[in-house]
């Protein structure tokens, strides 16, 4: 699977859009998008996923670049329960492969 | 909503213990994982289990096994407890060909003394 390079850490307002970035400029044709989130003390927690088109689901939205190498999470209203490392994954699916987890980007929601 | 239910939330044991660590989902999936998250060293996958009675190594699976007699529940076993093996040890179920869907447990917080 592609790598994925993320920043650290990044902050954000209560209230605002937290855009978390995210590039994977090797991506492959048939590589899909994935992004977890991991609040402190529970286990990683599924967010959204997609191959070429934006998504949006109740938790968040992608958008994913045409050319497929970078693509941003965006939390619309940002809560302090939204504090978390966020992961962004790139995943070829197929059987036997496995997520891989990298090291993530910290949100800090502030207040 | 899927429940991935791990049965300790921490645990203390001894070098040279045997350990077990529970998982339970209720969502019928056929998928299940273990994973141990170190800090610096993210998520690594120890052993997963694409159905009853069936098992495969992940990626760092020396020291442990894993035992699935029924689809709900499958259990990481440290044969022998070494202090290298304190981590914080994560539970993960998904549907059949669904490996990138994951639902996790909280967790189980290890420490080996």
């Known amino acids: 699977d592609a790598k994925t390079t993320q920043p650290t850490s990044m902050d954000c307002a209560e209230g605002r859009a937290a855009n978390l970035p995210c590039n994977h400029s090797?991506?492959?044709?048939?590589?899909?998008v994935y992004w977890y989130r991991q609040i402190h003390s529970q286990g990683p927690q599924y967010i959204i996923h997609?191959?070429?088109n934006n998504e949006t689901n109740e938790m968040a939205s992608l958008i994913i670049t045409e050319d497929r190498k970078s693509s941003t999470l965006i939390l619309p209203h940002a809560t302090l329960r939204d504090t978390a490392v966020y992961y962004c994954?790139?995943?070829?699916?197929?059987?036997?492969?496995?997520?891989?987890f990298g090291a993530g980007t910290i949100l800090r929601v502030k207040s | 909503d899927v429940k991935v239910t791990q049965s300790s939330r921490y645990l203390v044991k001894r070098t040279g213990e045997k350990v077990f660590l529970e998982c339970v989902q209720d969502m019928d999936h056929e998928n299940m994982f273990w994973y141990r998250q170190d800090p610096g060293l993210g998520l690594r996958l120890i052993y997963f289990?694409?159905?009853?009675?069936?098992?495969e190594k992940g990626d760092i699976p020396e020291g442990y096994s894993v035992s699935r007699e029924k689809k709900e529940r499958f259990s990481l076993i440290l044969e022998s407890a070494s202090t290298n093996q304190t981590s914080m040890y994560l539970c993960a179920s998904s549907l059949a060909g669904r490996n990138e869907k994951l639902f996790f447990g909280s967790g189980t917080q290890l420490s080996v003394l």
């Open positions: 997609g191959l070429k």
């Open positions: 289990s694409y159905d009853v009675k069936m098992k």
């Open positions: 090797t991506i492959s044709g048939n590589e899909y």
């Open positions: 994954i790139v995943h070829r699916r197929e059987y036997g492969n496995k997520l891989v």
